[in-house]
Structures are given as structure tokens and as C-alpha cells.
């Protein structure tokens, strides 16, 4: 039986990954042709986003100047289209996931599993009713949908992605068939995957790498050189792996993985060129930050 691929997410990166998805589909067997985009609809002019993508096939908004294959149709039920995939990925910025998944909750389908780009930890709120505290956005997935949950990361600047410019991304999935089926999903000759079977150790790197490019936007705004860039790299790379050793040394974090494009190759694009760095840069930021220091002491 084909499987239904679900892309939940449209922006930057969740394009990327549908027009990928839609190509090898095209060319598959195993994926049945349409693949679904979930669009968080809004309007563009007088025009629904998803009548765009859907007519156009262009998401005007978040990856103009990319046509996206015919295939990858536009929806904007969470319910239905919970009802009809096999394969869910989640890649949509990380405050969304909760109210996603509360519309997915009940209305997947059975033996149906997901897999996560989303990079980051959830920060439960007390009024919340999700877990209080620190948890991975994966462990939110799995407990909110039953389903196992793996995780594709990267070094994956969507703009170049969008224009088939050679990068690696390291996908964590625990069961080897699964692993390989996912491989054929998202493989392509300029996006090539590595699998780690260790899921969590490829999901962190993903997370914390976006404060050693937060390091490194400071670097930047202060005016520091690269030189001074590139030991906030390193340092912030050790640290890493200082943090996985201490706090979850027992889940196999291991020097493999932080040499794949999760670890050493996400920190190396991200110190360089993503919205973490260039938050960071800006002058308004290190102003406030100058503010809250002088509050503090
Ligand atoms: N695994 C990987 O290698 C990569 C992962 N990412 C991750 O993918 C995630 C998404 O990033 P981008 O595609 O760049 O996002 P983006 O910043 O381009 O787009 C924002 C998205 O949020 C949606 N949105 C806005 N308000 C919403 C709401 N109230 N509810 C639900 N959705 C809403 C918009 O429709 C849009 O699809 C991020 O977590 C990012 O870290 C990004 C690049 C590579
Ligand atoms: O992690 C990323 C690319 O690898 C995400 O980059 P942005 O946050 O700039 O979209």
C-alpha cells in the first residue's frame, strides 16, 4: 500500500521539505503521488495562501521564486489530514506545536508515524496543559499522538536548499526500516541524508546549537572578528558536549553524532547565517541585553 505523506508546516523549510517530498513521491511506488502541505492559513492581498500554493504552486510568502511540483496540494484541516497520512512531519516553529498537535489529537491513523525538523525544547507553562518544564518537542509528538517520533536536522539553510544546493542532514530513527524508507522519502542528489539510530542524540544538537549561534551573533555585534567567532565555536561546541556527557550521558550522546550535520555542521551554518545569529546581531538586541545586565548587578 502507497503511504500518505504529510508536510505540517509551510513556511522557509517546511516548502523545501514538501517540494522535496512531492519530487521523490512523483518518482515512487512506495509514497502515494499527492503529498499534503498543512498551510496555517492567512491572506496574501485579497488571496488565501493556500488557493496560492495551490494554483500558483509558488508559496509566495516564505519561499518566493520557488516552484513547488504540482503534487504537493495545500490543506488547511488538521483533523483531515491527521485522518489521512502515514507519515507526519512536523516543521513548523516551535510555539506552534502544541495547538497543532491538540488538532491533530484523535484523528490519526493507525500505525501512522511522524518525524520532527523542528528544532528546539518545549518550555512548559504552568496553565499550559502540557508537561511543566523542559521536554523534548518529540516526546510532545509521541505522547500527544501515540506514534514514534524520529528527527531530521541539519545544516539546512532552506533558501539553499530551495535552490538544490548540495547539503547533508543527519536523520535520527531508532528502527533501521523505518530509517530506510525515510531515507527514500527525503534523499535527493544535493540534500543527502545520514542515519543515526540514536534519535535523541540528533535531536539535541538541533537544539542547542542555536545558543552557541546566539554566542556568535554577539560576536558580530560587538564587532568582533572571526577569529573570535571561531573559538565561540569551538568552545560552544565542547560545551555541548560537556552538557550532553553530564546531563544525559546515558542516552549514547556520542562524538559520532556531534560530527555529523546535527552537531559540527548545524553549528558551523547556524554561527553564520540564521535568524538565531542575526537576532543576536542586532543592535537593539545587545541594547536591551545592556539594560537587563545593568538591572541585575
Ligand atoms: N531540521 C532542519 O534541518 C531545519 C529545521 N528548521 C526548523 O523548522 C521550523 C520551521 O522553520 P521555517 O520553515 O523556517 O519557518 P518560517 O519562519 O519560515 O515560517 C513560519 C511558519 O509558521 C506558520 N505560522 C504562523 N503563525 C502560526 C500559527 N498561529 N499556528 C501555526 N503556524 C503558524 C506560518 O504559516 C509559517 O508556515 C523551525 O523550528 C526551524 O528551526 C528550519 C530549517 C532547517
Ligand atoms: O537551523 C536552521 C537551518 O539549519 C534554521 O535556520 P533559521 O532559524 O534561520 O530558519
Redesign the pocket.
Known sequence: MEKHVAVVGSG??GSCISKICALNARSSTEFCNEVRIWVHEELIGEEKLSDIINTRHENVKYLAGTRLPENAIAVTDLAELGSWADILIFVLPQQFLPRVLAGLKGHTRPGACAVSLI?GVFAGQEEEPMPRGLSLLTDLIRSNLGMECAVLM?????PEIAKEVYCEATLGCRDPIRAAELKRLFQTPYFRISIIENEFSVEICGALKSIVATGAGFCDALGFGDNTKAAVIRLGFMEILRYVQRFYGSAGVTKRTLMQSCGMG?II??CYN???VKWAATRSTMTALGRLACTIS
Open positions: 522557509n523549510m528544532k541539519g545544516a539546512n539553510l532552506a548545524d551554518s547556524s540564521t535568524k538565531d
